[in-house]
């Protein structure tokens, strides 16, 4: 049986953290370098801007992770109700590391550009 792990994204405008994203839709993946990243789960933010994951080592175990380590570089990907991705945290990713909170700050207008937020 593969190991299960679980973590959780929060979206909130930057330069101020109490203004959480309601409603996004924020994928999950694990940043590889040799093989395609993978992906690890959809979820919509909450009323405090969170957004849920759980997944398995079977999902992102391969090559590289067997070269670089065991845990996934996990990062995020927000989009919009056009199903535009409106930000990726792909080059923040972390090596070898499942935090229990992944925090995402979005800049204000690109928040209101993309209707994440009402002006």
Known sequence: MATEYQTKVKLFIAGA??????????CLYDRDRISRDDYL???STNMYGEASFRFTADQFLDMDD?????????YVKVFDTEGQC???TRAQASRNVVPDLIPVPIDRE??????LIRA
Do not use: M, Y
Not at 66 to 74: A, H, I, K, Q, T
């Open 110 to 115: 690109i928040a209101l550009q993309h209707g």
């Open 66 to 74: 067997r070269v670089g380590g065991s845990l996934p570089e996990l």
């Open 41 to 43: 789960g959809t979820n």
């Open 17 to 26: 953290a109490t203004e959480w994203i309601v409603g996004a839709v924020v």
């Open 86 to 88: 409106v930000l990726s």
